[in-house]
């Protein structure tokens, strides 16, 4: 259920059909240690924010005004840096007391607004269901640590001709939602027929790249399946409403179970021992390593029972695995979170919760990379765990 924040935050993407949703990282609220000051804004898409192009050799100062949540405004700038070796935008000059760039922001999402060249409105979402609700209403993913909203416009697509092929054949041929374990199965398959030397990636990327392209194969097939359904017209509202929460639904409860497709499949090609998803003490975790006869066994070695929580995003979902697999007193969380507080860190430290996340995500995780393991050293350390 989206909170009121939320709602607004969709409401105003939709009314000015353009918005920059960004995580922010341990760089934007000065945690690690760099001369920047300033949220970052990727110079990929610098018009969607400034006039000003990004040429090597100049600063430049754009004057902008941002409304944020509370109702404070800030004369604020977006600077480019071009000279000697820096090369980024920032969004700077916010004021003293500004509540929205302190170490407990890492990992909430920035929905940054132009109403106008010179006029932005400012969101900060800093739960779980508020990141999944506002992405599923406008139809993106935010995979890496930003991406661009833009009405009557699909994310940028980068899959070369073979997938394209690919994905289009697989969509065409469907006239409804299959399961999220058939795009899954459909999204490796072309990547193994398309991506040369996939294999050879790390467990990481090869995570990332699954999870992105798997996105787009399902927006292909959404396109296709609902087109009659959103060019149609409604009986009244509530038809309305009831199509549009539909249409979320199945939007943000594919991307955790294709994480969890994904996740098995590495598993299974490293040649991990595990299980799904069973019941065991009256809970049940997403991956149990070895499995359950291992686990309800009590001659079996404590040191050798894993369980493994999958979540797309951790910042205040975490607590859920502390109750699952009792007798496994160490929990790991495998999630898709850019960047999380120290704070929140130490919280897991404390009770026992180790995090997994891909090792292209780490950045986001500047000053506590330490307490965080990635896919393949998770990996690797099962490996030696059970080598005979």
Not at 16 to 39: E, M, W
Not at 107 to 116: A, M, N, W, Y
Not at 146 to 156: R, V
Not at 315 to 342: F, M, N
Request: aromatic share 8%.
């Amino acid at each position: 259920m989206a909170s009121p924040a939320c709602e607004r935050a969709i409401e105003d993407a939709g009314k000015y059909g353009k918005a920059l949703l960004k995580f922010i990282s341990p760089n934007d609220v000065g945690r690690t240690g760099g001369h920047q000051c300033g949220y970052y804004l990727p110079k990929h898409v610098w018009q969607a924010f400034t006039p000003n192009p990004p040429e090597k050799g100049r600063n430049s100062d754009h004057p902008v005004t941002v409304l944020w949540p509370d109702g404070r405004k800030t004369s604020s700038k977006v600077k480019w840096y071009g000279q000697r070796t820096r090369s980024e935008y920032r969004l700077t000059g916010f004021g003293r007391d500004f509540p929205w760039r302190t170490p407990d922001n890492v990992g909430d999402l920035l929905v940054l607004i132009p109403k106008s060249r010179d006029e932005f409105i400012a969101h900060v979402l800093d739960t779980d269901d508020d990141i999944s609700e506002l992405q599923a209403a406008l139809g993106i993913e935010v995979l890496q640590s930003w991406q661009l909203y833009q009405e009557g416009q699909t994310a940028a697509e980068t899959e070369d001709a073979c997938l394209n092929k690919a994905f289009r054949a697989f969509a065409e041929a469907v006239e409804q939602f299959p399961e999220v374990r058939i795009f899954s199965e459909a999204t490796r398959k072309a990547i193994l027929g398309c991506v040369a030397g996939f294999k050879d990636l790390s467990a990481d990327e090869q995570l990332v790249r699954l999870i992105d392209e798997e996105y787009k194969l399902y927006k292909m097939v959404e396109r296709k399946v609902y087109q009659s359904d959103v060019t149609r017209l409604f009986r009244d509202i509530d038809e309305f409403l009831k199509t549009a929460l539909s249409i979320l639904q199945a939007r943000k409860s594919r991307a955790g179970r294709s994480l969890e497709n994904h996740v098995e499949y590495l598993l299974r090609q490293a040649g991990i021992p595990h299980q799904m998803r069973q019941v065991v003490d009256g809970t049940c975790p997403d991956i149990l390593i070895p499995g359950k006869a291992e686990y309800e066994d009590r001659s079996y070695p404590d040191a050798k029972l894993f369980m493994v929580g999958l979540k797309m995003t951790c910042k205040d979902r975490w607590r859920q695995v502390l109750k699952e697999a009792p007798r496994i007193p160490r929990k790991h969380i495998l999630t898709l979170q850019k960047g999380i507080s120290g704070r929140q860190l130490g919280e897991m430290r404390d009770a026992q919760v180790t995090l997994i996340v891909p090792e292209s995500l780490h950045r986001d995780y500047r000053d506590n990379r330490g307490e965080i393991l990635s896919v393949h050293a998770f990996i690797d350390s099962l490996r030696e765990t059970y080598a005979p």
